[in-house]
């Protein structure tokens, strides 16, 4: 390792103890519940792969996904790329969808620009002072716009800012402002052990959110996570190999911390392989698993790529007996490489 | 897969399942009866003469001649014949009788058609009138025949409709000669009584051999044929296909009746009512391989033929449930029941015959063992049919009501979960933020069968106020798996 690689890790380790100790300060569980945080929605998960592995995404490089995770992953933003993910929550009648597009052309900064709603359909309002009447029971907006880059080498670091407004039962209404930060250190190892990468991030800062007389705390989030990657040969002649395309493993795990709540543990698991079919540049199945307290969710996903294409999908059993998500996304890349 | 197999692939998968929908309905078969009813004939028609039937058979393709009966199983035949060609010499002089019908005049007497072969082998429908069905004086002209004379034209068939006019089902050789293998069936309208008549179209496809048609009580048509199987030219089987309207037909599946091929074949086929009414009796002309005489042979619809009931699904909350059950062969007051192992019978009440394919009645499974039953269908003689697992006994769908289900818990607000359900098990209800993360068990206890109400006043697991927000309560239970609504604002 470089005299300046090992600077650039030193500074990186002192810039995540910080951000680990802030974040431990700020959202320390009081009571280790959830529900006491409002602005649910803000914690919903809009990368298709990430979720496959348990939303384990602190640490990894994830493109346009990386917006949900850690501004600092849009580094990986090579192309100007376009995202679109949608949920059908596990009530059957709400929906979720996002739009992300981020470019590389402000060198040598990534920007990301998103947009994403929450419509959890029609409530029939029962009130026992007689009221009868059929109402929207949420609807939420999000917009966001993020800036990543690379002051050093091996770290990249990034930020969002988030304009959201809250829309409940057509009734109480609020608007709100919310920052997102984070960073990721590549931790240069020997090519034969792989690549490894740490990261940090604090999602949600912002201030309570009031929607009729109490201000609540909306769900400030800290989280480290590490990532692991390494391609595996399949055939010890290079060309050969080449050809028949490269099976690379990815594991990840994040320690997070969400206001209010305990502490939260994510393992995901990759294996994808490139130049499957013939025709698809990889493919890629996913496993993941979180736990949150006593409760546990189970995640699995794939995703194939093909072109300047990709398709995602993810199914997620929900803690206790919640039930099932379903998610899907696609993504395009299009123009030059900065 | 290439396109051209994923067309037949489709194609097939089709008509497989097309013809499974099609073929649904569970047509009665008909049980052989002893004895020969008539010898060296070929049965026509039936004419009831008050508590006497008179049958008209053919006799060596030559005369038309009576029997009659007052049991449609014992038949005395009457002397001389009604019709024979040699008393048809005119313009028109037969070789042969082949067919006949008869239908009865609006003022007085009958109309017989009959389909003659002339001695230049042209193929007539042509007719003859009685004022008591015993003495016939042939009419002039010819009522029927192809465009081409020489095109076979034979078993014929009469049905009233409801506004008067008639209709005549045929066979007639699809490609205008005489070839059993190309006998398709037709049919034909008069408004005059047999008279004239308009060509309507093909029924049936060939190959389609002598048939009866015969008209259900609820206006329905079924048309009975003999026809071959596969790769065989004699007949060996009775057919089946109804129709709503008379000219469209759905086969019916598997076969009312069926022989075995290497003793002999059938010639000629008459369905008519029996005498309770309520059952059909076939006469089958049957040729013992190497006879060129049919004798007459009798075939019965026996038991009670099940189709479906509707609701199959039966409620142990129900005190009554309405039914009706599709089928045929039912007598004028059947009973129903239900029978289960270790279990009392459940016998209907009100049994109603609506029509010779539907009854209808009443159950009452209150409080009777969940499970399936077997449905026991019996006829007035004791003739009965029993059907496992025809029905079955359950519960309903258990269900939620939340009244307030938008409050204030800072201001005394909370939710009144109503929760019915219909079987005893363990409910458990629990609140979910809108991402799925458990916030508050309200309940999960075993509950008897009944409605409760319990309260969510906004609190959690641990005791403390949620934030404002959309939460979903699940509920879980016997037959309760839903997910609703509750808005807490404070």
């Not at chain 2, 039937?53 to 030559?62: C, G, L, P, T």
């Not at chain 2, 060996?236 to 309207?245: A, K, M, N, R």
């Not at chain 2, 699904?313 to 039912?330: A, D």
Request: with cysteine; glycine share 8%; hydrophobic share 35%.
């Amino acid at each position: 390792m470089s005299r300046k690689s090992l600077v650039a890790l030193k500074k990186f380790i002192f810039l995540f103890l910080i951000t680990t100790y802030y974040s431990l300060l700020t959202t320390h569980a009081l009571c280790g519940e959830f529900g006491l945080t409002t602005a649910q929605f803000l914690r919903r998960d809009i990368g298709t792969r990430v979720l496959g592995l348990a939303g384990v995404g602190t640490a990894l490089s994830a493109q346009l996904e990386s917006l949900g995770y850690n501004p600092a992953g849009l580094t990986s933003v090579e192309k100007n790329s376009l995202m679109t993910n949608y949920i059908n929550g596990f009530s059957g009648s709400d929906n979720f969808g996002v739009i992300v597009f981020g470019t590389p052309a402000l060198a040598p900064f990534k920007t990301a620009l998103g947009v994403s709603y929450y419509d959890a359909g029609n409530i029939n309002l029962n009130l026992s002072n007689g009221i009868r009447e059929t109402r929207k029971a949420e609807q939420d907006l999000l917009t966001m716009g993020s800036l990543a880059f690379e002051p050093l080498p091996y770290l990249s670091l990034g930020a969002t800012l988030k304009y959201c407004h809250l829309d409940l039962a057509q009734e109480f209404k609020a608007n709100a402002t919310a920052f997102d930060g984070g960073a990721i250190m590549k931790v240069p190892l020997n090519q034969k052990l792989g690549h490894l990468s740490i990261g940090t991030s604090i999602l949600n800062i912002g201030q309570n959110i009031t929607l009729y007389r109490q201000a609540d705390p909306i769900p400030t989030k800290s989280s480290i996570g590490a990532v692991w990657q390494k391609e595996l040969g399949i055939h010890p002649d290079a060309d050969f190999e080449d050809e028949q395309g490269k099976y690379q493993l990815l594991l990840a795990g994040d320690y997070s911390q969400t206001k209010k709540e305990d502490a939260s543990y994510a393992y995901g698991f990759e294996l994808a392989k490139t130049k499957m079919l013939g025709f698809l540049n990889w493919a890629a199945l996913r496993l993941g698993y979180r736990i949150t307290g006593s409760a546990a969710s189970f995640h699995f996903g794939f995703g194939w790529g093909w072109s300047s294409s990709e398709l995602n999908y993810a199914l997620v059993k929900l803690p206790k007996d919640a039930g099932l998500e379903h998610h899907i996304s696609y993504g395009i890349k299009f123009g030059h490489t900065e | 897969m290439n396109k051209k197999r994923k067309f037949w692939f489709f194609f097939l998968l089709l008509t497989t399942y097309s013809s499974l929908l099609t073929s649904s309905w569970a047509a009665p078969n008909f049980t052989q009866e002893t004895a020969i009813r008539l010898s060296s004939a070929s049965a026509q028609t039936i004419l009831e003469f008050g508590s006497t039937f008179r049958m008209y058979f053919i006799r060596d393709n030559a005369q038309i001649r009576t029997s009659t009966s007052t049991d449609g199983l014992n038949w005395s035949e009457e002397p001389g014949f009604r019709l024979s060609t040699s008393t048809i010499l005119n313009t028109l002089d037969a070789s042969s009788i082949t067919a006949c019908a008869i239908l009865p005049l609006d003022t007085t007497g009958y109309r017989m058609l009959y389909t003659a072969l002339s001695s230049t082998n042209s193929y007539h429908v042509l007719s003859a009138t009685s004022t008591d069905g015993l003495g016939w004086a042939k009419e002039s002209g010819v009522r029927f025949q192809a465009s081409t004379s020489t095109t076979f034209i034979g078993s014929i068939r009469l049905q009233e409709l409801s506004d008067g006019r008639w209709r005549m089902y045929y066979l007639q050789d699809s490609t205008g000669g005489n070839n059993p293998q190309n006998y398709e069936l037709r049919s034909a309208l008069s408004t005059n009584e047999g008279v004239t008549w308009s060509t309507e179209g093909k029924r049936i496809s060939a190959p389609v051999g002598p048939f009866s048609a015969i008209t259900l009580t609820n206006a329905k048509t079924r048309l009975l044929y003999l026809a071959p199987l596969a790769n065989q030219t004699t007949y060996s089987q009775v057919l089946s296909q109804t129709s709503s309207d008379g000219t469209t037909f759905t086969p019916e599946s598997s076969a009312r009746l069926s022989t075995d091929s290497t003793k002999g074949s059938y010639a000629s086929l008459l369905v008519y009512r029996s005498t309770e009414n309520f059952r059909w009796r076939a006469y089958t002309g049957f040729t013992v391989n190497g006879s060129t005489t049919p004798n007459v042979y009798s075939d019965l619809t026996q038991t009670p033929s099940f189709d479906s009931i509707d609701p199959a699904r039966m409620y142990k909350t129900q005190n009554g449930t309405g039914f009706t059950i599709k089928g045929e062969v039912f007598s004028s007051t059947p009973t129903v029941r239900l029978t289960r192992a270790g279990a009392s019978d459940i016998a209907a009440t009100g049994i109603t015959r609506l029509d010779d394919q539907t009854i209808t009645g009443s159950l009452t499974t209150l409080n009777q063992p969940l499970g399936s039953w077997q449905l026991v269908i019996t006829n007035d003689d004791g003739q009965s049919t029993s059907v496992e697992g025809a029905v079955t006994i359950d519960f309903p769908s258990g269900d939620i009501q939340i009244t307030d289900n938008l409050f204030k818990p800072k201001e005394g607000g909370r939710a009144r979960i109503d929760v019915t359900i219909y079987n005893d098990s363990v409910v458990t209800l629990r609140i979910f933020t809108i991402n799925g993360m458990p916030v508050k068990t309200v309940l999960d206890e075993s509950k008897s069968a009944g409605t409760f109400s319990v309260f969510w006043n906004g609190d959690t697991d641990g005791g403390n106020t949620v934030a404002s927000g959309l939460y979903y309560l699940r509920s879980k239970g016997a037959k309760l798996n839903r997910v609703d609504k509750i808005i807490v604002v404070k």
